[in-house]
């Protein structure tokens, strides 16, 4: 009988936590409330950067646009650089580069990116101010939820979710324009000429703008995004995230008489925390996975503390050892930082090096296999190989090549000068051959330079290998 | 069962296991009934728009009129009008027109290599390296001459030359020995045999053979049969060459295209094999 309330006891504390654990599964519309601060302007500050999403696309660069990502053409235009699938090894490195910014950001400040930045905090935050626009506080949105339909019950809803959808397709819209000459694809959209590609990326983007940023808002935070589980395992006790003073809030209590009681803590527990929290979590229980790091808690309660005359930042952004009251080390002094800023630097040299060293033409060798070599009726030994040459620049350019690498070589195919095509790659066959007395080896290296006439800078040089039979 | 192991009370079946745990009957969440919903209903409009349902004599055809073979001859065609451009040019060309136009010959190059593949490589290897007993295609020696017309004659007609055993006279070993070594050395003129038993009638007074007769040289580096060994030239002087008097005679036929493939085929393929190597 002893066992069986003991066991009873371990499995209840096991459970202990479930006590404040609310699980959000999106049985309830989080209404929360908006309070205006220094953080809630840092946040519209930083929704501005996806202005930029909207507006990029009507940029010109010369008689084209200014960035263009050109699929069909298989080219990438930023302002005055051509990128080709060839020098695709740098939007690696762009990508290296954002992961670990992503990384050394959430190590130091937390989920910045998804209390900031993210599209879904963004765009969520848009629909929502549309509306508390139309339908007023959280109380009264609570209220017209649960009340009949009306006319104006109708007319409000309707008002909002056409609103939702016209930023939907917007947002759809303007991605597409990235891909194409962007007035040229609103004449398609509104002569109903656009192509099955761009309708069909538009219909997607307003249906999930809509369903995410609309219905689902923190729910995708908490079930669907990978990065709001990723993020969390780069924390560690330095990390500075909002987090509650616990040391000086608690224990908490209510107001009496307008004062805080004697042996309480700072926290009156008004709620309001939680009250203006976007996913509905309350923050006085610690960091949890629900926390996007918006910081809009931390405006609340200071505005509070303001009112009941104790210091600001109860909630603030604070680290795990602060809070505990163990000494910081400095930022740059920690270990992940450091390495993830070398990573960092490395992506970013390689980038620069990479967009300083874009060359204007490129040669490829490549050597026939079958037969890897060819004995002539004199005797000689021949090489088959195909030449590969990319232009990458603006206009046709003459080729000129050269072979070296083997005394008495004998060059066919490519005599003369060759045209290479702007931005495509051009190929021809070149055959080598070479008296068999001159071959010292079973395979001896020889280069194939390129020259543009014209423009002593236009060069290439590959090297490949001659094959002759085995010694 | 503790409280907080369903929080929310919901239905149970009823049974308990090993104290506290029990079997929730709640409704999955509400996104995925609509999941389920939604896929039951696509598979519907599918059956709708695309053939799908058993039916009498096959199946339904569907509203949007698809089929796979449809879809290939779509397919087929848009890569028929890409290459009409070329393709329809090369009827009313000859080989050696095409070879000269720069750009008509990239296209066959690069297009006739399924050709080669089906018709070629299998004896003369998929880039017409030759195999043991089948002649090379890439170097610069040509049994009946490298020019293009000679290469569409070969492949429409075929060809099967034919080099009686010992010269079609009597020879000793001793005889044979001593015209192989010579030939073996690149200077078959410095046998008198070479004279003597009348290999010159073929060969040519030089040793350099005749197209003609598809009769090899035998001054250069170039071997039709095995590696230019002395065993290996004795055995084709002892046995001939697609002699039907001798038993193990060296077969040599090239087989006649000409009902096999049509003109323009013929005409790629000869394209082709004198851009191999270089000519």
Known sequence: MNDQVDKQAQADELYAEAHYWHVNTGNETIHAKRMPGRFRNLKWGAAAVWLVFFLGPYLRWGDRQAVLFDIPDRQFHIFGITILPQDVWMLSLVLLFFAILLAVITSIAGRVFCGYFCFQTVWTDIFTWIEEKLEGAPQKRRKLDEAPWNFTKIRIKVIKHTLWILIGALTGISFTLWFGDAFEMWQGYFT???????????????????????????????????????????????????????????????????????????????????????????????????????????????????????????????????????????????????????????????????????????????????????????????????VKILNKTVQDQQIRLVVEGLPGLSVSGGEGSITAGKGRITSYTVFVRVPRENLKAESTPITFRIQAEGDEELTSTYTSMFIGPRR | ?????????????????????????????????????????????????????????????????????????????????????????????????????????????????????????????????????????????????????????????????????????????????????????????????????????????????????????????IWRFGDGSVEAIKYTIAHGVNDPSSAQTRNAVMPKFGDRLNETDIKKLAVYVSKLGAN
């Not at chain 1, 008004?270 to 405006?299: K, W």
């Not at chain 2, 090993?18 to 609509?34: C, F, G, H, S, V």
């Not at chain 2, 034919?162 to 070594?181: F, N, R, W």
């Open chain 1, 192 to 386: 109903l000429n656009a192509g099955a590609m761009a309708w069909g990326s538009v219909a997607v983007f307003t249906f999930f703008t809509y369903l995410f940023a609309g219905h689902m808002r923190e729910q995708v935070c908490f079930w669907l995004c990978p990065y709001a589980r990723i993020q969390g395992v780069m924390y560690d006790q330095e990390t500075i995230l909002p987090a509650y003073d616990f040391n000086r809030g608690e224990p908490r209590g209510k107001l009496k008489k307008g004062h805080i009681e004697q042996g309480k803590g700072d926290c009156i527990d008004c709620g309001q925390c939680v009250a203006v929290c976007p996913t509905g979590i309350d923050i006085r229980h610690g960091q949890q996975e629900g926390c996007i790091t918006c910081s809009l808690c931390l405006d609340a309660c200071d505005s509070v503390m303001d009112k009941v005359g104790r210091p600001q930042g109860l909630i603030r952004y604070a680290s795990m050892d602060e809070l505990e009251g163990k000494p910081a080390l400095k930022m740059f002094q920690r270990p992940r930082v450091l390495v993830y800023l070398t990573i960092l630097t490395l992506a970013l040299a390689g980038i620069i090096y990479g967009l300083f060293n874009l060359s204007g033409i490129e040669v490829k060798v490549l050597h026939e296999r079958q037969p890897l070599y060819v004995q002539q009726s004199d005797g000689s030994i021949q090489n088959k190989y195909s």
């Open chain 2, 1 to 221: 069962m503790s409280e907080q192991n369903n929080p929310y009370g919901a239905p149970t079946t009823g049974h308990l296991w090993d104290d506290n745990l029990a079997e929730l009957t709640n409704q999955p969440p509400k996104w995925w009934m609509i999941g389920l919903h939604a896929s039951w209903i696509l598979v519907l409009l599918y059956g709708i728009a695309y053939p799908m349902w058993p039916w009498f004599g096959g199946a339904t055809t569907g509203l949007l009129g698809w089929t796979q073979i449809g879809e290939y001859k779509q397919d087929m065609a848009a890569i028929q009008s890409v290459r009409a451009k070329y393709e329809d040019q090369l009827p009313g060309m000859s080989a050696s027109a095409i070879l000269a136009d720069s750009e008509l010959s990239e296209y066959v190059v690069r297009s006739a290599k399924v050709l080669f593949g089906d018709n070629c490589a299998a004896c003369h290897g998929g880039g017409g390296q030759g195999n043991p007993g089948y002649p090379n295609l890439v170097d610069d020696d040509w049994l009946y001459g490298g020019d293009i017309d000679t290469i569409v004659m070969s492949i429409a007609n075929g060809r099967m030359g034919m080099m009686p055993a010992k010269g079609g006279v009597a020879m000793t070993d001793a005889e044979i020995e001593q015209l192989a070594t010579a030939i073996s050395q690149g200077q078959p003129t410095s046998s008198p045999l070479f004279m003597e038993k009348a290999c010159f009638a073929c060969h040519g007074m030089d040793g350099k053979g005749m197209h003609a007769l598809g009769a090899p040289n035998l001054t250069d580096a």
